[in-house]
Every structure is written in structure tokens, then in C-alpha cells.
């Protein structure tokens, strides 16, 4: 079993700050790509940012040079910094990660249950 888990969502200020964590568990043999998806009301779920184990990020062009994202290997950890917020950045936030686990022998994708982000006066 594997277990994604959030932390750190909130209500800020329009240009305010944010960081989200993720940390996963369970019978993992290794981790591919790890990241954050939002989904808004009425919308679909979109990426915000990815980054492989070796440090190769990506990022939505909506959040480039206000997003950083950040991985921990060893602790199984991903981060997203939210810089200069906006409104629109209002969603809520999952933890994504493509792990192999020891019983499946293969990747698969794995979510968190998502933690609300909202930028509001």
C-alpha cells in the first residue's frame, strides 16, 4: 500500500506565500516523477509542476517564476514553494507521484486526497 499525505495549504492574501508538502508511504521500491496538480470549481484537474528523481523539473506556464518545486529522495518528500500568489491560483492542491512498489513490481500513479489553497482578500 501506498500512502501520499499534505500538508500545508491555506488561506493568503493575494501575493502572499504558500508552501505545500507531500510526503509518501508504504511498500515503495522506488519513485519516478513526483508533483502537483490543482483542480479549481468547474474545472478540470491541470498541472502545476513535476520533478524527476534526478531533479528535472516542469512547470505550468500560469506559475513559472512564482512556483518552485523542491524534492527530498532520501525522505520521500516533494514540496511546492507558491510565491506572489493570485486568485487564480485559488484550488485545491494534489500531491501526485509515479512509484514502483514491491508487490506490483511495476509504476503506477498515486494521488493525495488534496488540501485547499485559496487567495482571497
Not at 512547470?59 to 517564476?65: E, W
Not at 506572489?84 to 494521488?111: F, M, Q
Request: aromatic share 10%.
Amino acid at each position: 500500500q501506498v500512502q501520499l499525505v499534505e500538508s500545508g495549504g491555506g488561506l493568503v492574501q493575494p501575493g502572499g506565500s504558500l508552501r505545500l508538502s507531500c510526503a509518501a508511504s508504504g511498500s515503495i521500491f522506488g519513485i519516478n516523477r513526483m508533483g502537483w496538480y490543482r483542480q479549481a470549481p468547474g474545472k478540470q484537474r491541470e498541472l502545476v509542476s513535476t520533478i524527476t528523481s534526478d531533479g528535472n523539473t516542469n512547470y505550468a506556464d500560469s506559475v513559472k517564476g512564482r512556483f518552485t518545486i523542491s524534492r527530498d529522495n532520501a525522505k520521500k518528500t516533494v514540496s511546492l514553494q507558491m510565491n506572489s500568489l493570485k486568485p487564480e491560483d485559488t484550488a485545491v492542491y494534489y500531491c501526485y507521484a509515479y512509484i514502483k512498489t514491491w508487490s506490483l513490481g511495476r509504476h503506477n500513479d498515486y494521488w493525495g486526497q488534496g488540501t485547499q489553497v485559496s487567495v482571497s482578500s
